[in-house]
């Protein structure tokens, strides 16, 4: 967590793994080939995000991110190359243990084969009751 200016506030997180899964749910370090297997695979990347938080009830963030790994698994049928996204969410305190929340994201997925990508977009709304 990086300073904080009035209801603002950046973040940044980098990572490098090898064979740990998932890191913090933001980099890949283990793919599965055509047949099951599970291979090892090192993988580098981060975020930024911006914070917006004008009052105790209300917290909006901007985030970018990117995952890129780095070993090539032959066998594999869709080798990635890079991952990266952009989301914005706000969540808002309707009572002290529900809150509500919507998400913007975009994703974009790079793969080795020639210059094929693949966007998705996504909207989620969600409710939280947090105990």
Do not use: K, M
């Amino acid at each position: 967590v990086l300073p904080q200016w009035g209801p603002f506030q950046l973040s940044a997180e980098a990572f490098w793994g090898h064979a740990g899964g998932f890191n913090g749910g933001g980099g890949q370090t283990v793919v599965v080939d055509s047949g099951g297997r599970a291979h090892a695979i090192e993988s580098w990347g981060g975020f930024i995000q911006v914070s917006y938080r004008p009052n105790e009830r209300v917290r909006c963030n901007l985030i970018f991110g990117i995952d890129d790994p780095r070993d090539r698994v032959s066998g594999v049928d869709v080798e990635i190359q890079r991952n990266r996204t952009g989301l914005a969410n706000c969540f808002w305190r309707l009572l002290p243990p529900l809150d509500l929340a919507i998400e913007v994201q975009g994703v974009r997925t790079d793969w080795n084969r020639g210059s094929f990508g693949a966007d998705d977009v996504r909207v989620t709304q969600a409710v939280y009751l947090n105990f």
